[in-house]
């Protein structure tokens, strides 16, 4: 049975296991939609929270940030059809947030899903494939609607249709999830296996007051400061902020970037890592657990820049795409080495700590898979 979740309660129950698996950040794309009339679908994929401007009209009618149909839907139903962010992903729970539309907010919602490979058509709104994955829901006017599954979907997908019954509005479309990435056989390929799109999840961290950890493994450089990890200011003497990411495979690094982007002034002083072999990847080990070991001595950073580290005797790798590919070594600047040994360690999770505290807009971590 689906259980509905306290909205209040939404980072407990998914923050240290799940991503927005079509959040427009990630790459989530609408593919077709059954009408937008009032108010465009690929808002339903905007990071950011609804806002509302009262008495603003265009020439569709009242402005709305989110996603509105026609009246009187001759259908059953009006649909949006989305592209999972990531190659496909498996789902844990969705949320459906009707803020601002009361009066003309969707009634029912479901949910289904497919998999389909990126070298085939997009599917349609008939495809037989379709999988209800969200039985029907009955949605309030203006409000986060919150949905755990009883266990996560077996099957990995890569593309959603979410449907409202007959026809409204809604601002806000999350589908909580994990990523299923799709290795090479070649092992000898360097990853950056801290990508959200290879398996990697931030799973803990000290404080996220200004901007969200699950930034940091993003893809991209980030559009803006906003668009990174970001900590609150420390006034205690000694005090440092750290993030724990779980890579997705047991990796053996090739090298480290760190990037600065946009902070400018509230970037870190200086900046540490440390990795850790932890056999059972569903357990998030403890930010003070015995075996972190030391991958990178604090090094000093740096603004709006990208941080490279590589192993010592080796130049630096850093694919072009942030994800694997194209070796672009020559003219990056290197800022330090990391620790003799490291590149012969298998880990599992790495730590980065601040210096004191501060922000960071990217970390990759580069290496081959065991």
């Known amino acids: 049975m689906v259980t509905r979740i306290d909205a209040d309660k939404t980072n407990e129950v998914f923050g240290s296991h799940c991503i927005d698996l079509v959040s427009a950040s990630l790459g989530g794309k609408i593919l077709a939609v059954s009408d937008e009339w009032f108010a465009q679908a690929e808002n339903l994929l905007t990071v950011a929270p609804p806002i509302r401007k009262p008495g603003y009209f265009v020439h569709?009618?009242?402005?709305?940030?989110?996603?509105?149909?026609?009246?009187?839907?001759?259908?059953?139903?009006?649909?949006?059809?989305?592209?999972?962010?990531?190659?496909?992903?498996r789902i844990f729970g969705f949320e459906i947030d009707t803020a601002h539309f009361n009066g003309n907010h969707a009634p029912e919602v479901t949910v289904q899903a497919l998999f389909t490979s990126p070298t085939t058509p997009a599917p349609g709104p008939t495809d037989p494939r379709w999988t209800t994955i969200l039985?029907?829901?009955?949605?309030?006017?203006?409000q986060r609607h919150v949905y755990l599954l009883p266990t996560p979907t077996e099957e990995a997908y890569s593309h959603v249709k979410l449907n409202m019954i007959p026809d409204g509005g809604i601002a806000r479309f999350r589908v909580y999830g994990q990523a299923v990435p799709v290795f090479s056989d070649d092992l000898?390929?360097?990853?950056?296996?801290?990508?959200?799109s290879n398996g990697g999840l931030v799973v803990s961290c000290s404080d996220q007051h200004f901007g969200r950890k699950d930034n940091l493994l993003q893809p991209g450089r980030g559009k803006d400061m906003g668009d990174g990890w970001e900590t609150k200011r420390s006034r205690q003497k000694g005090h440092v902020d750290w993030v724990v990411v779980k890579l997705g495979t047991p990796t053996k690094i090739t090298s480290i970037t760190i990037d600065t982007a946009y902070f400018r002034g509230n970037f870190p002083q200086y900046v540490t890592i440390h990795g850790l072999y932890h056999p059972d990847t569903s357990i998030t080990p403890a930010h003070d657990h015995?075996?972190?070991f030391k991958v990178l001595e604090p090094a000093k950073c740096k603004p709006d820049i990208e941080h490279h580290f590589g192993l010592p005797g080796q130049d630096v790798y850093m694919p072009t795409n942030g994800v694997g590919g194209k070796d672009v070594s020559n003219g990056v600047e290197e800022v330090a080495k990391l620790e003799d040994g490291v590149g012969e360690e298998v880990v599992t999770h790495v730590k980065m700590t601040i210096i004191p505290d501060g922000g960071v807009s990217r970390l990759r971590v580069y290496g081959r898979r065991v």
């Open 135 to 142: 039985p029907i829901q009955e949605c309030g006017p203006s």
């Open 60 to 89: 569709s009618g009242a402005w709305y940030d989110g996603w509105e149909t026609r009246r009187h839907n001759p259908e059953p139903e009006d649909w949006v059809i989305v592209k999972l962010g990531v190659n496909s992903g």
């Open 188 to 196: 000898d390929e360097i990853l950056d296996t801290a990508h959200v």
């Open 290 to 292: 015995e075996n972190w």
